[in-house]
Nanobody
Framework: DVQLQAYGGGLVQAGGSLRLSCATSGFTSDDFTIGWFRQAPGKEREGVSFLRNRDNKRVNSDSVKGRFTVSRDNARRTVYLQMANLQPEDTAVYFC????????????????????WGQGTLVTVSS
């Protein structure tokens, strides 16, 4: 079955950078979508960045556009979230999630669209 493992979180000062990794296993086709979500204390989980593997379509939420980049390394079966110019409001637990299909744009931000979730990695940005 599909398994996801997110790692790479840590403590960083405002303006700094981090790269999160989502190691994947168990996919049996190229038709899947990876989503990065985050959940700050006391807030709902929100979608951040998405990658549709079949056509390498990448989408970012407005809150991280121009600062976060999602990418993949198919040889390593890993999806990355490169985060730059981090701000205190980016502090959250970050999760990677997978859907075993090519999600349409309107479904990317919907938590229920995803079949599998990694365990989360904490990113803390100090001011």
């Amino acid at each position: 079955d599909v398994q996801l493992q997110a790692y790479g979180g840590g403590l960083v000062q405002a303006g700094g950078s981090l790269r999160l990794s989502c190691a994947t296993s168990g996919f049996t086709s190229d038709d899947f979508t990876i989503g990065w979500f985050r959940q700050a204390p006391g807030k709902e989980r929100e979608g951040v960045s998405f990658l549709r593997n079949r056509d390498n379509k990448r989408v970012n939420s407005d809150s991280v556009k121009g600062r976060f980049t999602v990418s993949r390394d198919n040889a390593r079966r890993t999806v990355y979230l490169q985060m730059a110019n981090l701000q205190p409001e980016d502090t959250a637990v970050y999760f990677c999630a997978a859907a075993k299909r090519n999600l349409i744009m309107s479904s990317l931000w919907t938590i229920a669209s995803y079949d599998y979730w990694g365990q989360g990695t904490l990113v803390t940005v100090s001011s």
